[in-house]
């Protein structure tokens, strides 16, 4: 089970612009124990800019720990856990990089945030305090030693329980219009069929024949439901053709995004899962074992995917906000993108089907929940 931490940060700015500094304080979620803490003095900004940056500190501490933690932020900011969790619009210019940054650390689906009142973030408090007179003397804020830091510091309170929802309840905030993925697997190639891996460290193989009818058939699909306003693809050369011919009929553009293509399987590229296994047994019982782990010679790891398919979803979703987008890609993205849907483990893509020129359908919200609603749709190529 995925590791999960409870971030606690804030920042202060002495005269709002003024000397500024952040603290951050990281827990771990079942016990409350202290793990990791960040501190640093920003020089000149407000107290806005200080609080973004002790939240993009935690969550970087958090994803050095564990890339694959889900994390619970607690501020006393009201205007950075509104503003994170979609619920108010981020206008000022000099907030809206730091949100953007903060929403690429980790994926969004993993990041929960809560408001809690000043008194129960003192320690975060103090070590923005800490920051700020360290810069008031000309120096950087430096950790304390683990055990001073351990003594020093409170454990985390219990958020206390929600009421218990009547009979009939609906959530009363109107969240908006979800953004909707429709993700659509490229069709066959020659390796399909074979079952051979293909990755972006590859032959970069085109469509075949059969893979071409595929993509024509999921084009009419598609047209027929009338929904799609965006396109966008991996730049691999299957995927652009397959949005292509989408595209064609649909009358619309397709924008390429390198984070949607296919893992790297350095060695294994070509290779059957058979001959893997009898060349690197070593490497492939690793690497099913672990996210971590990497496919032979210049492979990637499925973290690594996490990491950068999380990032392009939130480029998607801040550029298609309110939209549905059909995001032509590969079986590991998409199953990646499905399974930080879904809140799953990292080793739950290995019990996902795929088929080629399938869809996949998933709806995000403004609260930063997301909603799995189809899964390896083949229907329109019966």
């Known amino acids: ?20 500094g952040y603290g951050a304080v990281v827990r771990d979620a079942g016990t409350g124990q202290l793990v990791a803490e960040a501190a640093e003095f920003i020089g000149h900004a407000t107290n806005n800019v200080a609080e973004y940056k002790g939240l993009i500190a935690g969550l970087k501490a958090v994803r050095d720990l564990d890339p694959d933690a889900s994390v619970d932020v607690r501020m006393d900011s009201k205007l950075v856990v509104e503003q994170m969790s979609g619920r108010w619009k981020i206008k000022h210019p000099d907030m809206q990089p730091l949100a953007a940054e903060a929403r690429t650390v ?17 320690d975060a ?8 007179d360290a810069g008031r003397d000309g120096r950087q804020w430096e950790p304390r030693k683990p055990a001073e830091a351990v003594a020093g510091q409170a454990a985390a309170e219990p958020l206390p329980k929600p009421p218990a929802p009547k009979a009939g309840w609906a959530a009363p905030a109107d969240l908006g219009t979800p953004t909707t993925f429709v993700l659509l697997r490229h069709g066959e190639t020659p390796l399909t069929p074979e079952k051979r891996f293909s990755g972006s460290g590859g032959t970069d193989p085109e469509l075949s024949d059969k893979g071409r009818w595929q993509a024509e058939r999921a084009a009419e699909a598609l047209a027929a439901r009338g929904s799609i306003q965006a396109v966008v693809a991996s730049p691999m050369r299957r995927t652009r053709q397959t949005a292509e011919i989408v595209t064609a009929r649909l009358g619309l553009e397709v924008r390429y995004e390198d984070g949607l293509r296919e893992v790297d399987f350095g060695a294994w590229e070509g290779l059957t899962f ?3 296994q009898e060349r690197y047994p070593d490497d492939l019982s690793a690497w099913l074992g672990s996210a971590k782990a990497k496919p032979t010679g210049s492979g990637e790891s499925f973290t690594t995917l996490t990491h950068r398919a999380g990032a392009a979803r939130d480029r998607i979703l801040a550029r298609y906000a309110g939209k549905t987008v059909l995001v032509v890609s590969h079986v590991s993205p998409i199953k990646t993108l499905v399974r930080l849907a879904l809140g799953a483990p990292p080793d739950s893509m290995y019990r996902m089907e795929l088929s080629a020129a399938s869809i996949c359908a998933v709806q995000y919200y403004a609260d930063g929940n997301a909603s799995v609603r189809l899964l390896n749709d083949g229907s329109h190529l019966r």
């Open 106 to 122: 980790l994926p969004r689906g993993r990041v929960t945030y809560t408001w809690i009142p000043r008194e129960r973030n003192k």
């Open 125 to 132: 408090d103090r070590l923005a305090n800490e920051a700020m």
């Open 274 to 276: 058979a001959e893997v």
């Open 1 to 20: 089970m995925a590791a999960r931490f409870i971030v606690e940060a804030d920042g202060g700015s002495r005269g709002n612009p003024g000397p500024a």
